[in-house]
C-alpha cells in the first residue's frame, strides 16, 4: 500500500520578508522528528554569517541536511524517517543548479515528484521573484522565469500557500 502524502506548506516572500522565521516556528510547532534541508552555500564571508545566524535560529531538535544541489533524492531518501521537514530556500538551490550548469527541467522535474511522494509534512520556503525590474542580462531572466515557474507548481500543489510581508505572513491558500 502507498504512503500517504504529508502536507505541503508554501513560504514565499521577498528578501528578508521574515518568510524563512515564520516557516521555522510553524514547522517547529509540529510535532515529531524534524529536519532542515539547507541549500545555501558559504562561498564568501557574508553568505557565511548568514548561514550562522539561521543554525543559531533553530533548536537542537532539528537534524539538518546540508544540501546545495541533489534536493530530489534527499527529500525521497529522508521523509519516511522524519515528520516535519523543512526546505529553505528553493531559490538558492535554482540558483545552485544554474551556476552548476545542471539540467534544470530533469531537475525541478525529480524535485517535484519527491514533494508529490513525501509523506511527510513539508514547508518549502522561496522567494518572490516577479515583483522587480525585469533583469538586464540572460542568466538572470532565466533564474527569474525558473523561479516563478516553480513557484507556481509548488503553489498549487501545495495544501497551504503563505506569502510573508515585513515579517506578516498572509495566508493566501
Known amino acids: 500500500m502507498a504512503e500517504k502524502r504529508g502536507k505541503i506548506v508554501f513560504v514565499i516572500g521577498g528578501a528578508k520578508s521574515g518568510k ?3 516557516a521555522l516556528r510553524s514547522a517547529s510547532a509540529c510535532e515529531g522528528r524534524r529536519a532542515y534541508l539547507a541549500t545555501a552555500q ?3 564571508r557574508e553568505m557565511e554569517e548568514r548561514i ?3 543554525k543559531a535560529e533553530r533548536s537542537e531538535e532539528w537534524a539538518v541536511h546540508e544540501e546545495p544541489v541533489r534536493i530530489a533524492a534527499l527529500l525521497k531518501e529522508i521523509h ?9 530556500c528553493l531559490t538558492l538551490w535554482i540558483s545552485n543548479l544554474l551556476l552548476g550548469e545542471r539540467d534544470i ?3 525541478t522535474g525529480a524535485f517535484l515528484e519527491a514533494v508529490s511522494a513525501c509523506s ?3 514547508f518549502i520556503v522561496s522567494n518572490e521573484v516577479g515583483w522587480g525590474i525585469v ?3 540572460a542568466l538572470s531572466r532565466k533564474f527569474r522565469d525558473i523561479a516563478g515557474s516553480l513557484n507556481q507548481k509548488i503553489a498549487a ?3 497551504e500557500v503563505y506569502l510573508v510581508t515585513a515579517g506578516i505572513p498572509v495566508k493566501i491558500k
Open 42 to 44: 558559504a562561498f564568501d
Open 157 to 159: 500543489v501545495a495544501d
Open 20 to 22: 524563512s522565521g515564520f
Open 120 to 122: 511527510a509534512t513539508l
Open 52 to 54: 550562522a545566524r539561521h
Open 135 to 137: 533583469p538586464d542580462n
Open 105 to 107: 527541467e530533469a531537475e
Open 80 to 88: 519516511p524517517v522524519y515528520d516535519v521537514l523543512l526546505l529553505d
